[in-house]
C-alpha cells in the first residue's frame, strides 16, 4: 500500500473566518485613527508603523481581545533552505489563539506611504512593486488565503491613490488584479480587496486598507 504525502487540510492552508477578518480591520483602521495624533512631519514608514503597531496593542487590551496577539518586525524564515535564509522582515503581524504553534501560520500587514498627485507617484508604484509583491513571491504569507496591505496616506483624496495602485496592479499581474471595494470603517479612507496569485500557484487575497496619515507628510 503506497502511502500519501500528509499535507494541510483545505486549498489554502492558512485561511481566515468572517469574523476574524472584520476582527483585523477594525484593530488596523482604529490603530492608524489613534497614532494619527502622534504623528511628526516627514515621518518615513518605520517610524509611524511603531507608532501604529503600539496603539493596535492599546486598543487590543481596551477590547479585551485575549485571543489575538499583535506584533510586527518579524522576520519570516524561508522554509525551502536548510540554511540560515531570511524570506523576509514583516511590518505588522497578527496571530489568533487558533494559529499559535505553527509560525507559519499569522495574519501579514505590509505598510507603505501612498500618496494623491504626481509627487507621491513613486511611493504609490512602490506600494505594488516593493509591498504588494512581497505576497506574491514567497516572503509573505506563503499559502494563505488573506494578506493586508496598509496605505498611508499623506495627501488626499483617497480615490486618487486606489485609482494609481489599481492601475499598477493590473498592469504588472493583468486584468484579474482590479480593487472591489469591500466594507467601509469609520477609520478608513478606503477599503478594496484584489484576487492574485502566489508564485507556487496559490490564491490569495489581499485587503487593501488606505488610512489619513497626512500630518505625516513632509518627506518622501
Known amino acids: 500500500m503506497r502511502l500519501t504525502v500528509d499535507a ?4 489554502p492552508s492558512f485561511s481566515l473566518e468572517d469574523d476574524e477578518i472584520d476582527t483585523v480591520v477594525n484593530l488596523i483602521c482604529r490603530g492608524a485613527h489613534e497614532a494619527r495624533q502622534h504623528l511628526t512631519p516627514g515621518l518615513l ?3 509611524i508603523t511603531i507608532i501604529v503597531r503600539k496603539a493596535m496593542k492599546r486598543i487590543k487590551r481596551e477590547l479585551g481581545l485575549t485571543n489575538l496577539e499583535v506584533s510586527g518586525e518579524v522576520e519570516i524564515d524561508d522554509m525551502s533552505s536548510a540554511g540560515p535564509d531570511i524570506a523576509g522582515r514583516i511590518d505588522i503581524t497578527l ?4 494559529q499559535f504553534g505553527n509560525e507559519e ?3 501579514g500587514i505590509e505598510c507603505k506611504r501612498v500618496g494623491a498627485g504626481s509627487i507621491y507617484s513613486q511611493l504609490n508604484a512602490r506600494y505594488v512593486t ?3 509583491v512581497r505576497f506574491i513571491n514567497g ?4 499559502g494563505h488565503a488573506w494578506g493586508f496591505m496598509l496605505g498611508y496616506a499623506l495627501a488626499i483624496p483617497a480615490e486618487e491613490i486606489i485609482e494609481a495602485v489599481n492601475q499598477r496592479l493590473q498592469h504588472t499581474y493583468g486584468a484579474a488584479a482590479v480593487l472591489a471595494a469591500a466594507a467601509p470603517h469609520q477609520h478608513a479612507l478606503s477599503i ?3 484576487h492574485l496569485q502566489q508564485d507556487n500557484g496559490n490564491p490569495i487575497r489581499v485587503r487593501h486598507i488606505i488610512v489619513d496619515m497626512v500630518p505625516a507628510a513632509g518627506g518622501i
Do not use: C, I, L, S
Not at 496571530?95 to 487558533?98: A, E, G, I, L, S
Open 95 to 98: 496571530k489568533f489563539m487558533r
Open 139 to 142: 516572503q509573505y504569507a506563503v
Open 192 to 194: 478594496h480587496d484584489g
Open 8 to 11: 494541510p487540510a483545505g486549498v
Open 130 to 132: 516593493q509591498g504588494v
Open 45 to 47: 514608514e518605520v517610524p
Open 105 to 107: 501560520d499569522y495574519v
